[in-house]
């Protein structure tokens, strides 16, 4: 036996390895998987689920007016997901929705650009690059019947050659986000960056 050992010291050394780390990894602490087991979606359904809390400050008023807008710059990994940008923009007005806030009290404008460009194009679009229909077209649907303002930067879709008539009927063309943001932060509205 132990001239086996000696001959195959490297595999039996391998193999101790191996089994070391299956006995460590089922004991290990995982973290618990993201996300929330009772969603609720106030005012956007399915998207942007909320958690409910009672235990919190800085609680939106019901009775003021929000003016918010939201900088949608980064695109998801898989194209298959919907941009988590537009998610966020979706769970804030739950978020508000929750509070009391009604709807025609949020003045919300979402300004995409930058690698969050592929979320405006439409299906027919989409599924010519990635194989799949826009997933973004609902939610973009629902963000708009809630009352946000979904706008795209002109400029990024001349630099990524996308025609006017590509882009989601219900995004509108802006000259430039950076127009875009500077005329929205003129009025008062608060900046988020996505």
């Not at 806030?101 to 930058?114: Q, T």
């Amino acid at each position: 036996m132990l001239t086996l050992l000696k001959r195959h010291w490297m595999l039996a050394a391998l193999v101790f390895a191996a089994v070391l780390m299956v006995l460590f990894a089922a004991v290990i602490p995982r973290k618990p998987a993201a996300g929330i087991d009772h969603a609720l979606y106030p005012a956007i359904e399915n998207f942007g689920g909320i958690a409910e809390r009672h235990d919190t400050v800085d609680v939106p008023d019901p009775d003021k007016h929000y003016k918010v807008i939201f900088d949608v710059v980064r695109g998801g990994d898989d194209p298959r997901s919907i941009n988590p940008g537009l998610m966020r923009v979706a769970r804030a007005v739950n978020v508000f929705a929750a509070a009391g806030v009604p709807l025609e009290n949020l003045d919300f404008v979402a300004i995409i650009h930058g690698d969050a460009t592929r979320s405006v194009v439409n299906s027919s679009v989409y599924d010519q690059w990635f194989g799949v229909d826009n997933p973004n077209e609902p939610l973009v649907h629902a963000l708009t019947q809630a009352g946000v303002h979904v706008r795209v930067c002109g400029q990024v879709l001349n630099h990524w050659k996308i025609a006017d008539s590509e882009v989601n009927d219900e995004i509108d063309i802006t000259p430039s986000a950076l127009s875009t943001l500077a005329i929205y932060g003129n009025q008062g509205y608060a900046y988020e960056r996505l």
